[in-house]
Each structure stands twice: as structure tokens, then as C-alpha cells.
């Protein structure tokens, strides 16, 4: 079946501009979580969406930073006047589900924004 | 501070050579799973062990668990060219949070 997909796949914009990165989960997936990733490092967690409930927004950066999930299933991560230091690969993953434990995590395959 | 750390941070092997990758932590976990990347995209999910875990197998993946050192390591056996990656380790900690703490990851080549 569909993996996660993510669009665009490469954003490029100017700084103190808003964009919006989507993403598509594996349907049936109630967890969704929203992932940056600088340049030879590691993930950093921003966001996550289990079913209904609200989201936990602790790994957001700033208030620059936003997301939201609609009708439990596509997602938009939104990040207004963005800085050069928002420049990062935004990866997408669902899961199954993420009761008492998180559960194995399918990526998508990345936006890569640079901010000019 | 992260939470995974991967050691070495580069490794260079030759083709049928095994790779070994550690990870430490620092707080208590539910589970430690393993993923590879390539080319700085997508991740991969290779592997997961249960805190009540100690070794599993998949394949040519050897994974261990330590968690009274707070360290895991991933053993690659017989290593290829398609190998080439990086691997990072994630926990999943028990704090309540339900996200996956990523390391720095290990970045892997194999040579022909």
C-alpha cells in the first residue's frame, strides 16, 4: 500500500515568508508526528497528533511554528515569517497507534526548505 | 543534551566486514528502535527492542540491549555496498511523551 507522502519535496523561499508543508499518513495511522532535520544531525521532535486528542506541540521551536491535522488524517505543518535558521528537512511519520508505547514510525520522505 | 548518542559518528568498512554501531542513553526507556537513512531523506524502520529485551535478530541486524549501562548496539554482519547509511538509534523514553528521541546518528560506508 501508500507510504506517507509529503509535498513539496523541495521548497525554496525568501526570508520572512510563510510556507506550508504537508503530509499524507498511511491510512488507518491515528499517530502522526512532525520531525526537523538539520544538515548531519539528527531529528528533532516538533509536534505529534494521536487521534483526537491535542496534539503535543512541546518540540515546536517558536510561535512562528503551527500544525494542525484534519479529520485525523492529512496534515499541514505552517511556519510564518520564516528565518534562515528554519533552513532543515521536515520529515512526516505516522504510526499505527501510540497507546502506552510509541510505536514503530513510517516516514515519509522529507521537505527540504532553504530560506534565502 | 541528546538523549541518543551514537558511537563512532563515521564508520568506513570493507564489503563482507561486519559494522558495529553503539547507542547510549541517558533516562529510562520503554523501547530503542533502530533507522537507517539515505541520502539525507526518508528514515527506514530496521528494528525495535522492548525495554524487557536484551538481543534481537532480523536478517543480517544483530541488535542488543543494556539497559543497566543505558546502551544498545546494532551489529550489521557481512556488510554490502547497499548498506552505505546512516543509522540512528531512537527511545522511546518513558516520560509519557509519545515521540521518538533521536541520536546524531553513525554514518556508514562500505567500500566495494
Known amino acids: 500500500g501508500a507510504g506517507v507522502s509529503q509535498s513539496p519535496s523541495n521548497k525554496v523561499t525568501e526570508k520572512g515568508k510563510d510556507v506550508e508543508l504537508r503530509c499524507d499518513p498511511i491510512s488507518g495511522h491515528t499517530a502522526l508526528y512532525w520531525y526537523r532535520q538539520s544538515l548531519g544531525q539528527g531529528l528533532e521532535f516538533l509536534i505529534y497528533?494521536?487521534?483526537?486528542?491535542?496534539?503535543?506541540k512541546s518540540g515546536l521551536p517558536s510561535d512562528r511554528f503551527s500544525a494542525e491535522r484534519t479529520g485525523g488524517s492529512v496534515s499541514t505543518l505552517t511556519i510564518q515569517r520564516t528565518q534562515q535558521e528554519d533552513s532543515a528537512v521536515y520529515l512526516c511519520?505516522?504510526?499505527?497507534?501510540?497507546?502506552?508505547?510509541?510505536?514503530?514510525?513510517?516516514f515519509g520522505p522529507g521537505t527540504r526548505l532553504t530560506v534565502l | 543534551s541528546q538523549q541518543g548518542e551514537e558511537d563512532p559518528q563515521a564508520l568506513s568498512i570493507q564489503e563482507g566486514e561486519n559494522a558495529t554501531m553503539n547507542c547510549s542513553y541517558k533516562t529510562s526507556i520503554n523501547n530503542l528502535q533502530w533507522y537507517r537513512q539515505n541520502s539525507g531523506r526518508g528514515l527506514v524502520h530496521l528494528i525495535l527492542i522492548r525495554s524487557n529485551e536484551r538481543e534481537k535478530h532480523s536478517g543480517r541486524l544483530r541488535v542488543t540491549l543494556d539497559t543497566s549501562k543505558k546502551s544498545s548496539s546494532l551489529l550489521i554482519t557481512a556488510s554490502r555496498a547497499a548498506d552505505t547509511a546512516s543509522y540512528f538509534c531512537a527511545t522511546d523514553m518513558d516520560t509519557g511523551r509519545r515521540a521518538l528521541t533521536f541520536g546524531s546518528g553513525t554514518r556508514l560506508q562500505v567500500q566495494p
Open positions: 497528533f494521536q487521534g483526537n486528542s491535542a496534539p503535543d
Open positions: 511519520a505516522s504510526s499505527l497507534t501510540s497507546g502506552a508505547y510509541t510505536d514503530t514510525q513510517y
